[in-house]
């Protein structure tokens, strides 16, 4: 009988839960033991184990964060931390590991490759969507969701005192969750890293967004969706710069953290479910080092390496979209 095991580790991402509940309940089908591992490569290096049972994942589906707990762990970096999360490894005589987690957690699976002989399947679960290898990753749909849902409020609020909002969104150095939630959230101007070629000399274009915008409507709200990381200070000192050269307070609202939390959307319910099913499949077909995401509405599986080491781009379609439904079109053409 095989022994598996899960961990999540990393970001948390909604539909974790979902993903460990398919994961736990496709290996019980199979009549393989299945364990997890507590705090994400923590429980690895601290042996932090238990054995899973489909009770523990009954109805979990429905709930954000992570049962198992999910953490960034730097010993597992080390040599010393990740030769003693494979002897942890082969003295619960586990054959192979599941990882639900983001482009560092896949990282982290190629260098325990080199310590440790188990099969290694790598689940995408990340709300930056900034894995290649899978269209979406698990709770980036419900993040986007949970942004526009903000940026939706900002605007009533936004309209009533015709203020300008800077918005920064979560990310890392991706714009996904900036491109989708600004087009569907109808913001006025989308700031994102793939989006952009130096933001310290694309300064005049933004402000000139603004002064158009103004000069078109009048006094107006006006929103700006801007990527985390991409101003030192970010939204915070971004926005204080364009106050001082617009002339007009432009305020800065750091979504942060909520993004990650929250019920998952039935999209990444679903995508979690059967990810966590094909994972556990994929282990039952012998692979390793592999990652499981749908392309095309086709499961899939690619090489670890090929999914951390090629970046994912933003859907073309999108970004051709944002400069045909911004009001200033021009401006937005003679700048870019
Ligand atoms: P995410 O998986 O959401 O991208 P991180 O980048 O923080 O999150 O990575 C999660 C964990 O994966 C890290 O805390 C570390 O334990 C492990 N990890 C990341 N990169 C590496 C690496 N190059 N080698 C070994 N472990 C790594």
């Known amino acids: 009988m095989k022994r598996i095991a899960v961990l999540t580790s990393g970001g948390d991402a909604p539909g974790m839960n979902a993903c460990i509940r398919s994961v736990v309940l496709t290996a019980l089908h199979f009549g393989y033991q299945v364990y997890g591992f507590r705090h994400g490569y923590n429980g690895l290096v601290d042996n932090e184990i238990e054995l899973l049972t489909m009770q523990q994942v009954r109805h979990i589906i429905q709930k954000g964060g992570t049962l198992l707990k999910s953490a960034r762990c730097s010993k597992f970096k080390t040599e010393s931390g990740i030769k003693l999360a494979a002897k942890h490894l082969d003295a619960a005589e586990i054959d192979a590991l599941i990882v639900i987690g983001g482009d560092g957690s896949l990282r982290g699976m190629m260098h325990l490759s080199k310590y440790w002989q188990g099969q290694l399947i790598g689940i995408p679960g990340t709300i930056d969507n900034d894995l290649s290898g899978s269209d979406n990753t698990i709770g980036f749909q419900t993040a986007t969701e949970t942004v526009i849902d903000a940026i939706d409020k900002l605007r009533d609020t936004a309209d009533a005192f015709e203020r300008i909002f800077m918005v920064e969104v979560m990310g890392r150095d991706a714009g996904f969750i900036a491109l989708s939630s600004g087009i569907a959230s109808g913001a006025e101007q989308i700031i ?14 933004i402000i000139q967004h603004v002064e158009s915008a103004r000069k078109l409507h009048g006094r107006s709200s006006y929103i700006i969706v ?70 095309s509405n086709e499961l899939t599986l690619t090489a670890i390496s090929d999914c951390v080491n090629n970046k994912k781009p933003v859907d073309k379609k999108l970004s051709d979209i944002q400069a045909k439904v911004f009001d200033s079109v021009e401006i937005l053409s003679n700048c870019t």
């Open 226 to 295: 801007i990527s985390e990381n991409l101003w030192p200070g970010g939204a915070y000192d971004l926005s204080q710069v364009l106050t001082e050269q617009i002339g007009i307070e432009c305020r800065p609202v750091i979504l942060g953290h909520i993004q990650r939390g929250g019920c998952p959307n039935g999209f990444d319910r679903i995508l979690a479910t059967k990810l966590g099913v094909f994972a556990v499949e994929a282990i039952k077909n012998g692979h390793s080092l592999m990652m499981v995401g749908e392309i």
């Open 192 to 205: 994102y890293p793939e989006g952009l070629k130096d933001i310290h000399q694309e300064l005049d274009c």
